[in-house]
């Protein structure tokens, strides 16, 4: 099972981080303003938690749990202050993939629009990325348009500079 959580976890943040860099080349930088370093460093804080901090703290809990066992009432206290600074990592990591998923969605909708958007615009594709792999199904093939359309529109300018 952490296998699976694994790889589509990495599949999942894989597709975030595509739409993202490959996108925001799509978006007039002139006119719009996207914060790529503060989307970029709320991308990341998430993989650190997962592949970090919850694997410690598994085996933090069972260090301590083991010295409950032999008699050490130290280790109730030490379980429950890590218990507590967790939580509030794992409060700070949901608010940023959803911020991840925020600016996902904010970046397919500029695209397409060419245009600064409110939340109103793109609500519809901020729960299709949270709801993968179902959102893929819809958002994909928007992706790919706009893609192809970038694509002939360069094809068509390198011919008029040949």
């Known amino acids: ?16 981080w595509n739409v993202l860099t490959k996108l925001s080349k799509l978006i007039p930088h002139q006119t719009i303003n ?3 370093g ?17 694997p410690f703290f598994i085996v933090f809990v069972i260090n ?22 967790l939580f509030f990592l ?4 949901i608010f940023c993939l959803l911020h991840t998923l925020y600016f996902v969605a904010k970046t397919i909708r500029v695209a397409e629009l060419q245009k600064n958007v409110t939340f109103s615009d793109f609500i519809g594709d901020f ?10 199904w819809f958002l994909q093939p928007r992706i790919n348009r706009l893609i192809e359309e970038k694509n ?11």
């Not at 794992?90 to 990591?93: D, R």
């Open 64 to 85: 301590k749990m083991s010295r409950l066992e032999h008699g050490d009432p130290a280790g109730i206290t030490g379980i429950t202050t890590f218990g507590i600074l």
């Open 127 to 136: 729960f299709l990325t949270w709801l993968l792999p179902v959102g893929i």
């Open 34 to 36: 996207m914060p790529s």
């Open 1 to 16: 099972m952490p296998f699976l959580l694994v790889i589509s976890g990495f599949v999942q943040f894989s597709w975030f």
């Open 38 to 54: 503060r989307i970029k460093a709320f991308f990341i804080i998430p993989i650190i938690y997962l592949c970090l901090i919850v």
């Open 152 to 162: 002939e529109i360069g094809s068509s300018e390198n011919l008029i500079d040949d």
């Open 90 to 93: 794992h409060l700070f990591s």
